[in-house]
């Protein structure tokens, strides 16, 4: 019959006036994002990075610079590296996680923030004392084991370098920097910490 | 002018007009009381026109956002109420430009050649019982005449810009006002018809009950014919934003484009006032003394509502069919509508040429399902054409494939 | 009179430009010039590894991320020689097609938008494909360039509240979905539009090498999922939606009915899926194929055959990544499709044919 279709239609849009609107009303309200968000942040523990500097290599697009020394007393089995200089280029950062996902030592992390503007460009590189001073709340990305005990980075409190690993915190003193990560089984921790 | 003509004209008959004239007769000599009076009304009647524009458009944006299912502009002022004038400052603080090898004192000119008409529609409207600025006993003939006046602005406009695409779509928008120009002028004549006179104060005494049910047709025909004379969806080929023919508008700028915009959107708010007192009984209702005004914009309101919902549901049609439907569909509807009502009111008047409740009733019962038969016939005509496309045999098919097919 | 529609139009989906020969209303001449979105994806490719090449691949076609990662990931799993588990292909398999309903969504929303509906329908869609999106932030950690998969699989698991979300968003979309349907597939209005308007025929569509929604409105069954099955479509059951004029609804009805097929994938594989991995779990990091090995991987994308070609060196990035694009090759037929049409007709007939620009241009 004509004129049924468009009939219909109205009705439809009639009735969608009548259900609660789609909209968040941002900056009052915003989305609530899921922890395995990819954000705009970093979180870097510096306690466990060792400046082997894999997310350097794996970056598509080559933002991050890594200007590591070795450490003053003669590097033994396990030394890390003393880092001098961790920029990222947050401007032209593509927030990829291929950092993440290439870091071995579960030492870097995407955050959960997004708004991540600032007002110059020597603002949009961040330095290794802003990495220090970063607010340590991982989002879950590439990391099963922050999953598997439910953290949630946007609500949860901040979390210490020895709860984030994959493996128990001194998995290193067992094995040779810079390979990837095997399941061991440390018996017992030792008693100086690192 | 002479005190005693004053109060014989008849502007003396509106009470308003009387009020001041009274009030300011105490104090100045009553030619310029008369003036004053006249003045009064006149500037009021303005200034509501373009500010109910102003918040017709806030209404439409709010009212499209929530057919979207979102909230429309809320950030300005409470429920975003200060949104239109929001949008005003920043188009008073464009660049006024006038493009050049343009025609400087007819591209000037268009903001007010199309306003003008405008406001001077609301004259003769009953916005509560009898009170209208002028009661001419041919209202009807002066809307009419008056609304398409504004048909030479776009002309004017398209023309002036020096800007070929301007005058495409100025051209497209004229031959569209003037095909639907017919269809609405027969469908009205229904109207003027039963009520006896062409005055809108004595059509809306003489709906004892609205002519929405008496004069069916009528009212589809007049509500999609101003649909396409207020260039509004589905008839907006003269602003599709995602042609490149911007339309006849393209050159203005700035405060110019503001009033051609607020011209337009007026002239939807001046058409619901007017179908309002055709056809759904403009101040009548319960509490008329009082509420005559509450009424009548209850009823503007909810035609208004009635063109965003359009606007909201159809997409655009192009131009032929715009055409096609207004040459075949609607002025064969009105032109059958005229004749039915033409048989039905010699039939059923008495003596006087007085239409009782209960003639009007009856030619209700005829006319409502006339009506859906007809349109229901008249489109099922229109469309058969379009359906009818041939039917593919040989096409390479790879067998063994689950497949759907189109109807 | 020849006009240009230039590169900044509301309505050409991206970065498109078209030099058209008017003889008053009817379009005589037509002449497509490209290449204002060209960002050397192929060249980029040859200079980063196998895996950082999926953050390219996302950004190509960039309204269906997830597609163009599985065609590139199914070629290089060709180069290595490998499979991905099994978990790991049904989870690819259910993502594509949500994918595929996502971006369907914004081809009818624009396709409607550009009828001019101001954008009722447009909301609509896109309101659906943002609960898509939340469940790809869900598995993924990002909304539109995803890189959820990776050579072998997919990189993460599903966390444990995806599935209840999956459920839920399947129960409201088909409700939503059925009211857009209404709204819009019997609308009169729309099928005086778009009914008759541009019509393709199969030999036209198969010589100009037109694949996808194109192809099949034109009556030709031919979809890659069916014709050589990857991943897990061997164990789907759809059927293939055709036209019958190839115009422009029967465009638009494919694409609408692709999004139901889609729906029923994604629930039966939401049966079928089992608890196992889903990567494979001793891939190094980078990977290095042996010399002078090619492969050409390739999907039923959302908008056509979508299909990488890559030839390998024995290094860590490939020595030659040659794209396939659907949208390109689609547009073989713009002047079959435009000349003898009018211009509101043009708008609406580039929109039913649903090219991407991040896709032609690469």
Redesign the interface.
């Known amino acids: 019959m004509y004129g049924l279709g468009m009939a219909r239609g109205l009705l439809v849009t009639l009735k969608n006036m009548t259900k609660k609107p789609f909209t968040i009303q941002y900056p009052e309200e915003r989305v609530k994002q899921h922890p395995r968000f990819r954000g705009e942040e970093f979180v870097w523990y510096e306690e466990r990075c060792t400046g082997c500097a894999s997310c350097a290599k794996y970056c598509p697009l080559g933002i991050i610079k890594i200007v590591t020394s070795p450490s003053e007393s003669a590097p033994k089995e396990g030394d890390k590296y003393k880092l001098e200089v961790f920029d990222i280029e947050l401007q032209r950062c593509m927030f990829c996680g291929l950092c993440v996902e290439a870091c071995p030592y579960d030492c870097l992390f995407m955050g959960s923030g997004f708004e991540q503007g600032r007002y110059s460009r020597e603002d949009m590189v961040i330095h290794v004392e802003d990495l220090r001073n970063s607010a340590k709340n991982p989002s879950t990305f590439y990391r099963p084991q922050l999953e598997q005990s439910g953290y949630d980075p946007r609500g949860g409190r901040p979390l210490s370098w020895r709860e984030v690993g994959r493996e128990k915190w001194d998995w290193h003193k067992r094995e040779k920097a810079g390979l990837r990560l095997i399941e061991t089984d440390i018996d017992s921790p030792s008693e100086e910490s690192r | 002018m002479n005190c005693q003509l004053a109060s014989d004209s008849i502007f003396y008959q509106n009470a308003l007009y009387r009020f001041i004239y009274d009030t300011a007769g105490t104090l100045v000599p009553c030619s310029f009381s008369h003036v004053i009076a006249g003045l009064t009304i006149m500037l009021m009647l303005v200034n509501s026109v373009l500010l109910g524009a102003a918040l017709v458009t806030w209404l439409e944006r709010r009212?499209?956002?929530?057919?979207?299912?979102?909230?429309g502009p809320n950030r300005w002022g409470p429920f975003g109420l200060l949104q239109p004038i929001a949008d005003l400052v920043k188009l008073i603080t464009k660049e006024d430009l006038v493009p050049s090898g343009a025609d400087r004192i007819i591209f000037t000119a268009v903001p007010l050649v199309m306003m003008v008409p405008l406001v001077l529609m609301t004259a003769v409207i009953p916005f509560a019982q009898d009170t209208m600025l002028a009661d001419l006993n041919i209202g009807v003939l002066f809307i009419l005449a008056v609304s398409s006046a504004t048909t030479i602005g776009i002309f004017m406009a398209g023309w002036s810009s020096n800007n070929r695409y301007a005058l495409f779509g100025a051209a497209r928008s004229v031959a569209v006002l003037i095909s639907y120009e017919v269809p609405v002028v027969i469908s009205l004549l229904g109207v003027v018809m039963i009520s006896g006179s062409m005055s809108l104060n004595d059509i809306v005494h003489a709906q004892s009950i609205p002519f929405l049910l008496v004069q069916p047709i009528a009212l589809f025909v007049f509500v999609t014919g101003m649909s396409a004379e207020l260039n509004r969806?589905?008839f907006?080929?003269a602003e599709?934003?995602?042609?490149?023919?911007a339309g006849y508008h393209t050159e203005y700028s700035g405060i110019k484009f503001a009033l051609i915009f607020a011209t337009e959107t007026g002239a939807m708010l001046v058409v619901s006032a007017v179908i309002a007192t055709l056809f759904l009984g403009g101040w009548t209702g319960p509490l008329e003394d009082f509420l005559g005004w509450f009424w009548f914009l209850l009823k503007t309101l909810a035609i208004i509502f009635v063109f965003i919902?359009?606007?909201?549901?159809?997409?655009?049609?192009?131009?032929d069919?715009i055409m096609a439907l207004s040459w075949k569909f609607l002025l064969p509807l009105s032109l059958i509508n005229l004749a039915i009502t033409a048989v039905e009111v010699f039939l059923l008047r008495d003596a006087s040429g007085h239409l009782s409740l209960a003639d009007l009733w009856i030619m209700a019962a005829i006319n409502i399902p006339m009506a859906i038969l007809l349109?229901?016939l008249m489109?099922?005509l229109?469309?058969k054409k379009?359906?009818s496309?041939?039917?593919?045999t040989e096409?390479?098919?790879?067998p063994g494939?689950?497949?759907?097919?189109?109807k | 009179m020849t006009v240009n529609v230039g590169p900044q139009h509301p309505s050409t989906h991206g970065v498109f430009r078209l030099r058209i020969t008017f003889d008053g209303e009817e379009i005589v001449e037509v002449e497509p010039i490209l290449g204002y979105l060209h960002r050397g994806s192929e060249k980029l490719a040859e200079e980063r590894n196998y895996v950082q090449v999926v953050t390219l691949t996302d950004r190509m076609d960039y309204t269906s991320s997830m597609i163009n990662n599985q065609a590139y990931c199914l070629a290089v799993e060709q180069l290595l020689g490998i499979t991905p588990p099994k978990r790991g292909k049904y989870l690819r398999t259910l993502v594509a097609e949500l994918q595929r309903i996502a971006s369907h969504l914004i081809a009818v929303g624009f396709f409607i938008q550009e009828l001019g509906a101001f954008g009722t329908p447009l909301m609509y869609s896109f309101r659906s494909r943002e609960r898509i999106l939340d469940l790809f932030e869900m598995l993924c950690g990002a909304r539109v360039t995803v890189s959820y998969m990776r050579p072998g699989g997919v990189f993460a698991d599903t966390p444990n509240d995806f599935w209840p979300a999956l459920e839920a968003f399947l129960d409201d979309f088909a409700v939503e979905f059925e009211e857009m349907e209404h709204l819009l597939m019997e609308n009169e209005i729309l099928t005086a539009r778009t009914r008759g308007v541009s019509p393709i025929s199969p030999d036209l569509a198969i010589n100009c090498s037109v694949s996808g929604p194109v192809l099949r409105a034109s009556g030709v069954n031919w979809d890659w999922r069916k014709m050589s099955p990857y991943d897990a479509y061997d164990e789907m059951e759809f059927d293939i939606p055709i036209g019958r004029n190839g115009d422009n609804y029967d465009r638009f009805w494919v694409r609408m009915q692709e999004i139901k097929q889609s729906m029923r994938i994604v629930r039966q594989c939401i049966d079928i899926i089992e608890p196992g991995p889903v990567r494979i779990a001793d891939l190094p990091l980078v990977l290095r194929p042996e010399v002078g090995v090619e492969a050409y991987g390739r999907v039923e994308a959302s908008k056509g055959e979508l299909a990488f070609y890559l030839v390998s060196d024995g290094g860590v990035a490939p020595y030659r990544c040659k794209v396939r694009a659907p949208s390109l090759i689609n547009l073989t037929i713009t002047e079959h499709l435009l000349v003898g049409w009018t211009l509101p007709d043009m708008i609406v007939s580039l929109g039913s044919v649903d090219i991407n620009m991040g896709e032609v241009d690469r």
């Open positions: 009212l499209l956002g929530r057919l979207h299912n979102r909230i969806t589905p907006d080929i599709a934003e995602s042609e490149i023919i919902w359009v606007r909201a549901t159809y997409p655009r049609l192009r131009l069919q349109i229901l489109g099922g229109f469309q379009i359906n496309l041939p039917v593919r096409t390479p098919m790879v494939v689950p497949t759907i097919e189109v």
